[in-house]
């Protein structure tokens, strides 16, 4: 079993990555559509999830399918990921991409240093608009990146 934390170097900066990354490249697939008020869920033609879907597909480096994408331990089977560990980032992703922070900062161990931040809150990833936002994730993505989070 894989470690979230570990594969994302316990950096909110490459988790967040991982969620724009995986949004990009989860929404080219032609089975899969972006549903942020979902988690996993699908239909006879499509799988639908969240920027927290995307981002542990992009991490897991697998995709989830119409099969394996709605049952919660399913999930975590599939993409190898401890099921309490996978819950505990699916809802930090989640919280990450409407611009709340804390709990990707305690997941990763970094909650101290949130206070140091200049940019928070400032975007809101929907399923009608999470592309145009995106631009504004990867400017705090920037700001992370120079304190080394």
């Not at 809802?91 to 240093?113: E, K, M, P």
């Amino acid at each position: 079993m894989e470690s979230i934390k570990e594969l994302i170097q316990s950096k909110p900066s490459i988790a967040l990555q991982a969620m724009v990354d995986g949004l990009r490249e989860q929404s080219k697939r032609k089975d899969f559509e972006i549903r942020m008020s979902t988690f996993g869920h699908s239909d006879n033609k499509y799988c639908y999830g969240c920027a927290a879907t995307c981002a542990i597909q992009k991490i897991a480096n697998k995709n989830l399918s119409r099969e394996n994408i709605i049952v919660y331990g399913q999930r975590a089977k599939f993409l190898n990921f401890d099921p309490i560990e996978l819950n505990s980032f699916e809802l930090a992703i989640d919280d990450a991409r409407i611009g709340y922070l804390n709990r990707l900062f305690n997941f990763c161990g970094t909650a101290a240093a949130l206070n140091k931040l200049s940019y928070y809150g400032l975007f809101e990833l929907s399923t009608n608009d999470w592309e145009e936002q995106l631009p504004k994730v990867e400017l705090l993505i920037k700001e992370l990146q120079t304190q080394n989070l």
